[in-house]
């Protein structure tokens, strides 16, 4: 059986509270790697409701394939699954027939690793034969039978585009672009096809002389038009309260007054706001937006178009446990008193409970880095610039360390502050010296290694702790934290450890699950999340070799997925279709109950 899900009564048992202690982690990783060799056919869902299995696989442009399979969409009327290829040298859409699925052509390798192909590309739609640019994000709407697609433009800082197609026909049709604002990062249609709904992430160039503001943009469709122009909805009215937003646990870069390569740096609140991911409410009324970087939310209301920013607030890791180094021999827990994580997530997702609407998120984290053109060390630093490098260029700015580079103060004198504790493990540099005096009080990393439940306050109703640290810990043995182009175990423990970043919600029989893929792991967790605040760890299970120093294969880097409902189906039963942006392969999965 292809489902590598190898979750036993006693893991389970282990895994219902996050106040363990690190012996008892360390206890669990060493008792799996005991086993044959990750094969996952003992025990395979044990302690699962749900059966789940490979049954189609796609790989986009074999010979690069990085970039070839990132966001996915399904069209149920066609049973097709559309796929953003970003590899070649244009931006394409390649659909994949998802109507019959040959399971016997999924022959697995001596690691029971699945590496063969049954489903192929049909149709390849070149978007830029219409729109310039590349593309971030598509999405389709079933009651238009529209595709939308984010186009990003060539240049920083000017305008993206939404490319809209329609798909009622034997090949998609070019409508129309519609104008939105810099850096499309992603789109949305609400679930009644009214309105769309787009993150404009508005990164600035290497130097930061151009860094637009980050908006989100609406636009309306009435009876299947599409309107010409979008509603741009800004971050201006916030450009005042800096400290009081940081103050509800925002996070903003501190490059005001600075001059680089020749500019002035002088950066808005809306500048620095950079909106990621959206999710529309099941009632249509409100859209969620990620600001990941500022570690916030965005609340619009569709319905007047007023808007809300929230701060997430930071994650407590002092009774908590995970790894921090990826040069202390393996898997080795910790607690960390005076170590926070800030949220920031990725993808986020939405769902009704007795009539309230609560917002699933991914906590992948993420630090800024920027570089820019200068000939050497002397000119970079003549620039403006913190530091120099042959291949990237002129550092401009940066918010990361190693905690080992930083001083201390006495409230942490507990720590070594080495390659065994913390030292290594990656922390910003715009929190935590609360007194200004060279010293760090606090600690906040990137990401909660996580995945959380908010209400529509902003509050945490659940987050699942150091859980995804303890599987993977307890899965995998000494290969957890593995990155996702590499068999090289622990190297990601400095870093976000599995790094939780792909999401998706669906219900299979009576039960609302999340699926959260793990970007550097390559693996996908599965909670039960129909009572949000009776939150169960269902399941556990990924296609990707873990052989040391072997050649990568399988499913690597879960980027976007997306969930089929049994009725829509070619099967009959759900499905979880994942792009995977290493690999470049689209894998579905059929999702049945025991």
Same mark, same amino acid.
């Not at 027939?97 to 029971?112: I, V």
């Not at 197609?165 to 499309?184: E, H, M, R």
């Not at 010409?228 to 937003?245: C, G, K, P, T, V």
């Not at 580079?405 to 715009?430: H, P, S």
């Given at each position: 059986?292809? =489902?590598?899900?190898?979750?036993?009564?006693?893991?389970?048992?282990?895994?219902?509270?996050?106040?363990?202690?690190?012996?008892?982690?360390?206890?669990?990783?060493?008792?799996?790697?005991?086993?044959?060799?990750?094969?996952?056919?003992?025990?395979?869902?044990?302690?699962?409701?749900?059966?789940?299995?490979?049954?189609?696989?796609?790989?986009?442009?074999?010979?690069?394939?990085?970039?070839?399979?990132?966001?996915?969409?399904?069209?149920?009327?066609?049973?097709?699954?559309?796929?953003?290829?970003?590899?070649?040298?244009?931006?394409?859409?390649?659909?994949?027939?998802?109507?019959?699925?040959?399971?016997?052509?999924?022959? +697995?390798?001596?690691?029971?690793?699945?590496?063969?192909?049954?489903?192929?590309?049909?149709?390849?739609?070149?978007?830029?034969?219409?729109?310039?640019?590349?593309?971030?994000?598509?999405?389709?709407?079933?009651?238009?039978?529209?595709?939308?697609?984010?186009?990003?433009?060539?240049?920083?800082?000017?305008?993206?585009?939404?490319?809209?197609?329609?798909?009622?026909?034997?090949?998609?049709?070019?409508?129309?672009?519609?104008?939105? *604002?810099?850096?499309?990062?992603?789109?949305?249609?609400?679930?009644?096809?009214? +309105?769309?709904?787009?993150?404009?992430?508005?990164?600035?160039?290497?130097?930061?002389?151009?860094?637009?503001?980050?908006?989100?943009?609406?636009?309306?469709?009435? =009876?299947?038009?599409?309107?010409?122009?979008?509603?741009?909805?800004?971050?201006?009215?916030?450009?005042?309260?800096?400290?009081?937003?940081?103050?509800?646990?925002?996070?903003?870069?501190?490059?005001?007054?600075?001059?680089?390569?020749?500019?002035?740096?002088?950066?808005?609140?809306?500048?620095?706001?950079?909106?990621?991911?959206?999710?529309?409410?099941?009632?249509?009324?409100?859209?969620?937006?990620?600001?990941?970087?500022?570690?916030?939310?965005?609340?619009?209301?569709?319905?007047?178009?007023?808007?809300?920013?929230?701060?997430?607030?930071?994650?407590?890791?002092?009774?908590?446990?995970?790894?921090?180094?990826?040069?202390?021999?393996?898997?080795?827990?910790?607690?960390?008193?005076?170590?926070? *994580?800030?949220?920031?997530?990725?993808?986020?997702?939405?769902?009704?409970?007795?009539?309230?609407?609560?917002?699933?998120?991914?906590?992948?984290?993420?630090?800024?880095?920027?570089?820019?053109?200068?000939?050497?060390?002397?000119?970079?630093?003549?620039?403006?610039?913190?530091?120099?490098?042959?291949?990237?260029?002129?550092?401009?700015?940066?918010?990361?360390?190693?905690?080992?580079?930083?001083?201390?103060?006495?409230?942490?004198?507990?720590?070594?502050?080495?390659?065994?504790?913390?030292?290594?493990?990656?922390?910003?540099?715009?929190?935590?010296?609360?007194?200004?005096?060279?010293?760090?009080?606090?600690?906040?990393?990137?990401?909660?290694?996580?995945?959380?439940?908010?209400?529509? =306050?902003?509050?945490?109703?659940?987050?699942?702790?150091?859980?995804?640290?303890?599987?993977?810990?307890?899965?995998?043995? =000494?290969?957890?934290?593995?990155?996702?182009?590499?068999?090289? *175990?622990?190297?990601?423990?400095?870093?976000?450890?599995?790094?939780?970043?792909?999401?998706?919600?669906?219900?299979?029989?009576?039960?609302?699950?999340?699926?959260?893929?793990?970007?550097?792991?390559?693996?996908?967790?599965?909670?039960?999340?129909?009572?949000?605040?009776?939150? +169960?760890?269902?399941?556990?299970?990924?296609?990707?070799?873990?052989?040391?120093?072997?050649?990568?294969? *399988?499913?690597?880097?879960?980027?976007?997925?997306?969930?089929?409902?049994?009725?829509?189906?070619?099967?009959?039963?759900?499905?979880?279709?994942?792009?995977?942006?290493?690999?470049?392969?689209?894998?579905?999965?059929?999702?049945?109950?025991?």
């Amino acid at each position: 059986m292809l =489902n590598k899900s190898i979750i036993a009564l006693s893991l389970l048992s282990l895994l219902t509270g996050c106040s363990l202690d690190g012996d008892d982690g360390q206890d669990g990783a060493q008792g799996v790697q005991g086993t044959a060799g990750n094969n996952g056919e003992n025990g395979t869902n044990a302690n699962s409701a749900l059966n789940i299995n490979l049954i189609g696989r796609a790989v986009l442009n074999a010979q690069s394939p990085e970039g070839a399979a990132e966001i996915v969409a399904y069209q149920a009327s066609k049973k097709w699954i559309y796929a953003i290829n970003s590899s070649g040298d244009e931006a394409v859409v390649n659909i994949i027939p998802a109507d019959t699925f040959d399971t016997a052509a999924l022959a +697995k390798d001596n690691e029971g690793i699945v590496t063969a192909t049954n489903l192929a590309s049909a149709i390849t739609l070149s978007l830029n034969e219409n729109t310039p640019g590349d593309a971030n994000s598509i999405a389709i709407d079933a009651n238009n039978q529209l595709l939308a697609v984010a186009m990003a433009a060539t240049s920083v800082g000017e305008a993206g585009q939404i490319a809209f197609y329609n798909i009622s026909g034997d090949t998609p049709a070019f409508v129309k672009n519609v104008i939105v *604002g810099a850096l499309p990062d992603m789109v949305a249609f609400s679930h009644d096809g009214a +309105k769309v709904v787009v993150a404009n992430e508005g990164e600035p160039n290497g130097d930061y002389s151009i860094d637009p503001e980050g908006t989100i943009s609406i636009i309306d469709i009435t =009876n299947g038009t599409i309107a010409d122009n979008a509603l741009s909805i800004n971050f201006q009215a916030y450009n005042n309260q800096q400290a009081e937003l940081e103050a509800r646990g925002l996070v903003f870069a501190n490059l005001t007054g600075r001059t680089i390569n020749g500019n002035l740096i002088n950066t808005t609140v809306a500048m620095d706001l950079e909106p990621e991911y959206v999710s529309i409410s099941k009632d249509n009324k409100y859209a969620y937006v990620s600001i990941q970087e500022n570690n916030g939310l965005a609340i619009i209301n569709l319905e007047d178009n007023s808007l809300e920013l929230k701060g997430l607030g930071f994650k407590d890791w002092s009774n908590l446990q995970f790894d921090a180094s990826d040069k202390d021999g393996g898997v080795n827990f910790k607690s960390y008193p005076g170590l926070y *994580g800030m949220y920031q997530p990725d993808t986020i997702a939405s769902f009704s409970w007795k009539g309230a609407n609560f917002i699933v998120s991914a906590n992948e984290g993420d630090a800024r880095e920027y570089f820019f053109d200068a000939s050497d060390e002397a000119d970079c630093i003549a620039q403006g610039g913190l530091d120099y490098d042959a291949k990237d260029g002129c550092l401009a700015y940066i918010d990361e360390s190693r905690v080992e580079n930083l001083t201390l103060a006495a409230n942490f004198d507990y720590l070594n502050n080495d390659d065994n504790d913390i030292g290594r493990l990656k922390v910003t540099t715009a929190k935590g010296d609360k007194n200004n005096d060279g010293q760090y009080e606090s600690l906040y990393a990137y990401g909660a290694r996580s995945f959380t439940i908010w209400d529509s =306050n902003g509050l945490v109703v659940f987050d699942s702790g150091d859980q995804i640290a303890r599987v993977t810990a307890s899965v995998h043995g =000494n290969a957890f934290n593995n990155n996702e182009d590499e068999n090289k *175990g622990d190297t990601r423990s400095d870093d976000k450890g599995a790094e939780p970043e792909a999401l998706t919600l669906g219900k299979v029989g009576d039960r609302l699950f999340a699926f959260v893929g793990l970007e550097r792991m390559g693996g996908i967790m599965v909670f039960d999340i129909t009572n949000p605040y009776d939150v +169960k760890f269902q399941d556990y299970f990924y296609n990707r070799g873990l052989e040391p120093s072997a050649d990568i294969s *399988g499913d690597l880097a879960p980027e976007g997925m997306t969930f089929v409902p049994a009725a829509q189906s070619a099967t009959n039963e759900a499905l979880l279709i994942v792009g995977n942006e290493i690999s470049g392969s689209i894998a579905v999965w059929e999702i049945t109950t025991q």
